[in-house]
Each structure stands twice: as structure tokens, then as C-alpha cells.
């Protein structure tokens, strides 16, 4: 068993010693988590090795068009054996969905830049200074002494663009637009990405987005702004619950908005809670008060009950937070 340590080194040196490889992201995942792991993948099958990326959940329709997107595989478990697992943005392996027991891969990899990590792994591999699990990946491609070609170039640079907001959040630091420009050098074109992940979307999206808007309340004086998203509504959009990512975003548009959040009900009967803020407010903390976690200013959390139940929980903690 490895020594537990942070540096790319050890994960470099776990990647030479493995051939069968595991990797996974977070449940619902997003462009940080997919481009991590698709880039991963790529590096890894260049070594010799043979690398399985697994979802629980569904890809969303707007990162199918990543190298190496259409091989990943749905499951809800694999019953296989790994020399590695690499688990990628996740505070637990209930995270990642619980696709793979501790038991089953020799050595378990940790990579995570969430203030909410944990450390689970034989190799935790964290750091919350860092926008993007991709620029860790990237880290990983350094340890082992590897140019990032292209495909991989452009499933990494999606990762940062995606975790940053197009570089907008205030997690966008002199690092990530170093990496941007180092992933641009390495053969990316901004225009072709930001034109298929921000400026095209199916009528169902747009659709989509109406009912959300015709559900916007805002509570706290101004300063919280809420859309609801149900599962009628998908039904009326002929949507799917991944087609609401970048939603949120829109209540941060008000003036006065300080917080804003998604609320979204699942198939198990828990109502997902999405949150971003402004700079100066630490949604992570309201997160965290509900058993989630995330980022300073984009975090999310679980509430079991009904839309409205959970709706009136967060007005309630909120109206003490934001007085």
C-alpha cells in the first residue's frame, strides 16, 4: 500500500506499476469532472495501460462531443477487480456513486480541489487553491513526463472553462488562465469550445430555461434569488435534468441577489440544491449546514422531503445568513 502523500509523483509512480485502471467523477457530472477523466483515460491507454471510465449518471448531451465521450460506461456497479481507481472531484466513494467498493482496486487515487475533500484514498491528491480538477490532471501528465496532446488538450481546457464560469467565478486565478493559455499552446481553439459547450443549445434546453424563469421568486429582502425546476417541467420541455446546468446563474443577474440557488427534485425523493453567490458570501458554509459541499461560491447540497419543504428550509437558514 502507498505511503498517503500529495505529490503527482506517487500518483505517476501508482499509474507505472497499474494496468487496469478505474476512473470516475461525481454523480450528475459536469465538464470538470468528464474532461479530467477523459484526458486520464487518453494518457493512460498512450502508456499501454487499460483505463475503464465509469457514470452512474447520464453524460450530459453538451460534452458528447469530447474525445473519447462515447466510451464511457453507464453502470451503476461493475463487479471487476483494479489494479487502480482513480476518483476524481468526489468527498467519498458515495460520491461517485458507490460504483466500486474500496475493496476492488489495489490502490485508490483521491483527486479533488473542493474545500469539502476528503480523504479516502491511499494517494490524496487535494488542493483547493486550484480552479479545476484538470489542472491536477495536468499535474499528473508532468509527474510522468508526458506532452498533453491535443484531444487531451481540449478535454482539460473544458474542465477549467466549465469550473470557472468562461473564467468569470472568483475562483479564476492567475493559474488557471496560465493553464488556459498552456492547454491554447497545446493545440486548442477558445472559440470552437466556448461555441459548443455556451452557444448552442436544443429547443428542449431553451424551453427548459422558460419554465425555470416563469418560477424565479426572490426572498431575503432581494438578496436570494430561486428557480424551481420539477419534474413536470422537464416533461413540458422534453428535457432531461442534466439540460439545467448553467441555469442557475441567471438569478446572480439581480441586482440585489447575493445567493442564488436551483432546486431540483430526483427520482429517489430528495430535492438537489444548487448554490452560487457573489464573491463575499460562502455558500459552501450554507452547503456544508445541509450535509453538502462545494466551493465558496458554488456548492450544492441534498434535502429529502418535498420542493417546497426544501424551499422554505433555505429561506429560513438564509434570512439569519443574509440579515
Known amino acids: 500500500m502507498l505511503e498517503e502523500k500529495t505529490e503527482p509523483t506517487i500518483i505517476a509512480q501508482a499509474i507505472k506499476q497499474s494496468r ?151 475562483n479564476t486565478n492567475s493559474n488557471s488562465l496560465r493553464f488556459a493559455a498552456r492547454m491554447v499552446d497545446s493545440g486548442v481553439r477558445p472559440v470552437d469550445l466556448y461555441e459548443k459547450v455556451y452557444a448552442s443549445m436544443p429547443l428542449s434546453t431553451l424551453k427548459l430555461f422558460g419554465e425555470a424563469f416563469n418560477s424565479l421568486k426572490v426572498e431575503c429582502g432581494g438578496k436570494f434569488a430561486y428557480m424551481i425546476v420539477t419534474p413536470e417541467a422537464l416533461v413540458n420541455a422534453g428535457a432531461k435534468d442534466s439540460q439545467t446546468e448553467g441555469l442557475i446563474n441567471y438569478t446572480l443577474l439581480l441586482p440585489q441577489c447575493v445567493v442564488g440557488a436551483l432546486f431540483r427534485q430526483d427520482a429517489s425523493g430528495k430535492v438537489k440544491v444548487s448554490f452560487r453567490s457573489k464573491d463575499y458570501f460562502d455558500v459552501n458554509e450554507v452547503a456544508g449546514h445541509f450535509g453538502g459541499g462545494g466551493h465558496k461560491n458554488a456548492a450544492g447540497c441534498s434535502i429529502l422531503g418535498s420542493i417546497d419543504d426544501a424551499v422554505k428550509i433555505v429561506v429560513s437558514y438564509l434570512s439569519k445568513k443574509l440579515s
Do not use: W
Request: charged share 20%; with cysteine.
Open 20 to 170: 487496469s485502471v478505474f476512473i470516475a467523477g461525481h454523480l450528475k457530472p459536469d465538464g470538470d469532472t468528464i474532461g479530467s477523466a477523459l484526458a486520464l483515460a487518453s494518457l493512460l491507454k498512450r502508456l499501454g495501460k487499460f483505463p475503464s471510465v465509469f457514470s452512474k449518471d447520464l453524460i450530459p448531451d453538451y460534452l458528447m462531443f469530447l474525445p473519447g465521450a462515447k466510451d464511457i460506461i453507464i453502470a451503476p456497479k461493475t463487479e471487476c477487480s483494479y489494479d487502480l481507481a482513480i476518483i476524481l472531484e468526489c468527498s467519498d466513494l458515495e460520491r461517485m456513486g458507490a460504483i466500486i467498493s474500496s475493496n476492488q482496486a489495489k490502490v485508490i487515487i483521491n483527486m479533488d480541489h473542493h474545500i469539502s475533500a476528503g480523504t479516502f484514498g491511499h494517494v490524496n491528491y487535494v488542493n483547493s487553491k486550484s480552479s479545476s480538477t484538470a489542472e491536477l490532471v495536468a499535474d499528473v501528465f508532468d509527474a510522468l513526463n508526458e506532452k498533453i496532446q491535443t484531444q487531451e488538450a481540449i478535454c482539460l481546457y473544458v474542465g477549467v472553462l466549465t469550473d470557472t464560469g468562461k473564467f468569470q467565478q472568483s
